[in-house]
């Protein structure tokens, strides 16, 4: 179906990873590729939060969500697929249109909202990505 896929993760919500990987299976083509995105949302007030947490506080905090996204990575099995980690900074659904535009995906497959919130609503920025973006967007609930 797909050759590849973009997959925006929240790392905050890890316990997401089994629905999308099984929604990967079943949307990858063969021996494509998957691309998981974290979008650092502590950069959109990003020289605020310098003067309260300083340069070596931000820095960690860089370093540790680079390794949660790889670990992520290798926890995610789907065979015979390249997998990619990329970190960006910003807003969350203009990041995810951009390197989905950037990398030409096929597909972007993500979470609707965070556990929690009510299902009767598609989360603002799966809202946002479903209506801008120029491949197909598939939602999970």
């Known amino acids: 179906m797909f050759n590849h896929i973009l997959i925006p993760?929240?790392?905050?919500?890890q316990e997401q990873l089994a629905r999308l990987q099984e929604s990967a299976r079943l949307?990858?083509?063969g021996a494509g590729s998957i691309t998981l995105l974290y979008v650092d949302p502590i950069t959109v007030h990003k020289e605020a939060l310098m003067t309260q947490l300083g340069e070596d506080q931000?820095?960690?905090h860089q370093r540790e969500?680079?390794?949660?996204?790889q670990s992520l990575s290798e926890s995610l099995e789907v065979e015979n697929?390249?997998?990619n980690v990329v970190t960006r900074e910003g807003s969350a659904h203009d990041q995810i249109l951009e390197y989905a535009s950037e990398i030409s995906a096929d597909a972007i497959l993500m979470m609707a909202s965070r556990p929690g919130l009510t299902d009767y609503f598609i989360?603002?920025?799966?809202?946002?990505?479903?209506?801008?973006?120029d491949c197909s967007v598939f939602v999970i609930r």
């Open 9 to 13: 993760v929240d790392l905050a919500h």
């Open 27 to 29: 949307l990858i083509d």
């Open 58 to 60: 931000y820095a960690e």
């Open 65 to 69: 969500a680079e390794a949660q996204l």
């Open 81 to 83: 697929v390249t997998m």
């Open 123 to 133: 989360g603002s920025t799966a809202e946002r990505v479903v209506r801008h973006a």
